[in-house]
């Protein structure tokens, strides 16, 4: 149960931004500043004037150290993201391509400047359609699920041999229903991908494209 | 990688034209972070070494201030910065790339002080409370180290000890007390007026 909004709430706050308080205190105002605007406004302005006080520490490290840390990562071996690899256009090329031979009528049925949309999910699935209209990509998305909580659509144009480029984000209806509006131009081999991704949206996608549509 | 060569296709234009997408030939100094954050994932060494250049003396700064001893510092620098290039994707752009990296390297010296400690450790900040202090960011990215020391300095010595204390060493409200000798209320109280006195100072220093 939350606890009332006063004065030692205010305090709480500001204490537990710079991380000044102990557990049992932190979870208590935790609880509180979910509900409350007032100790979250209280809670921002600590914050950023904890945060602002690492500046004050700032010096130059040692001239060797720089050599230790660039040698260090140089040394290291790592995964790539999935969406670095080459491998994840191909992916969705592949997505593309086999729902566009499962579907190749959907696909031709367009007049002028249309493209199907098809759900990765779902080879034999139509999810709407991706118009060029007005100077922008209108993609009309349609049979998507709610994202999870703090999730949301977001949409990219991957231009061939090339990484994705973020585009908007976007929500869908109740019905599965949404559109976005991409500032392109249609481009004969550019994807049209759609991913999920945190509320805000990504720089580059985090997740596997669930919808594509292929600009030919 | 997010740079491309020449003649790119009209769906790049906008964002190079925001400086979100550079040619290759253009000096990473210049960079805004958040392109060599994403130069640092598709493996950009150079990159890598700008963000060196640009938060190092943040990064050691805190690690020497919070750690004190200068070997254990260097060594604590070294490790938060190859855990960026081993993990860079743990930073989601678009706050302050400045900001976040200060708080990792925060919490990684605090890991190593609290080691030792008996202190029951705080839980991480819920991620709903983060996403709302972009304060954080627009503060950090508007300000320079000389400030924020003229900002602190002007603080009543008091105040000034005790949020540094709870800062720099990790300290509770009820430790800096017992340092201090000072009634607990009292404590709490300086810490809230020091940084209250602090974003106050601040708010002035930053363009809006």
Redesign the interface.
């Known amino acids: 149960m939350m606890r009332a909004h006063d004065d030692t709430m ?2 709480l706050a ?2 537990r ?7 049992d205190e ?2 208590t105002i ?1 609880r509180h ?2 509900e409350c605007a007032e100790c ?1 406004a209280e ?20 001239a060797a ?2 050599e ?3 040698a ?3 040394n ?1 071996r ?1 995964l ?2 999935w969406h ?1 690899q080459a491998g994840w256009r191909a992916a969705a090329v592949a997505a593309a391509v086999l729902i566009g031979v499962g579907s190749w009528v959907a696909t031709h049925r367009q007049v002028g400047q249309t493209w199907a949309a098809h759900c990765t999910a779902s080879a034999s699935s139509d999810c709407g359609e991706l118009v060029a209209v007005g100077g922008v990509l209108r993609l009309d998305a349609r049979g998507l699920s709610a994202p999870p909580a ?1 999730k949301v659509y977001q949409a990219w ?1 991957i ?1 061939p041999k ?2 994705p ?2 585009e908007p984000t976007f929500s869908v209806s109740a019905s599965g229903e949404g559109s976005v509006d ?4 249609p ?1 004969k081999g ?1 994807i049209i991908a759609v991913t999920v991704e ?1 509320a ?5 996608p ?1 997740t596997k494209p669930v919808l594509v549509a292929t600009i030919e | ?2 740079a ?1 060569s020449a003649q790119p ?4 234009a ?2 190079r034209a925001q400086g ?1 997408i550079f040619r290759q030939r253009e000096s990473r100094a210049s960079m805004h972070d ?1 392109v060599l954050v ?1 130069r640092v ?3 950009d ?1 150079d990159a ?2 700008a963000l ?2 640009r938060y ?7 690690a ?2 919070t750690l004190v001893d200068a070997r254990q510092a ?1 060594d604590l ?2 490790s938060v ?2 855990q960026l ?3 860079p ?1 743990s930073y ?3 706050g302050s790339f400045g ?1 976040w990296l ?2 990792v ?2 919490n990684a010296c ?1 890991d190593i002080v609290r080691s030792a400690a008996v ?5 991480e ?5 983060v996403a ?5 960011d ?3 990215s508007n ?3 000389e400030a ?2 003229a ?2 300095a002007q603080l009543p010595p008091d105040q000034r000890a005790a ?2 204390q ?3 060493e ?5 430790e ?1 007390a017992e340092r201090s000798g000072a009634p607990l209320g009292t404590v ?2 300086r ?2 007026a020091g ?2 006195r ?2 106050e100072a ?1 708010r002035e220093r930053v363009p809006t």
């Open positions: 205010l305090e500001a204490l931004a710079i991380g000044a308080l102990d557990a932190a979870a935790d500043t979910a979250r809670f921002a302005r600590a914050s950023a004037a904890s945060t602002a006080i690492a500046l004050s520490s700032a010096m130059p490290p040692p150290l720089r230790r840390v660039l260090g990562a140089r290291i790592r790539r993201p670095a703090g144009v231009p090339q990484q480029v973020p991409i500032a392109a131009a481009h550019d945190p805000g949206g990504s720089k580059a985090t | 990688m997010l491309c296709p009209m769906p790049l906008p964002l979100l958040d994403a994932v598709a493996g060494h890598f070494a060196y250049d190092g003396p943040l990064v050691y700064g805190i020497r201030r260097e620098t070294q910065f190859l290039w081993a993990r994707e989601r752009p678009g900001a200060a708080r390297a925060r605090l202190r029951l450790r705080e839980p900040l819920p991620a709903e409370v709302e202090s972009s304060t954080d627009e503060v950090f300000m320079r180290a924020v020391g900002a602190l949020i540094e709870a800062y720099f990790g300290l509770s409200y009820r800096v709490k109280s810490i809230r940084l209250r602090l974003w601040l």
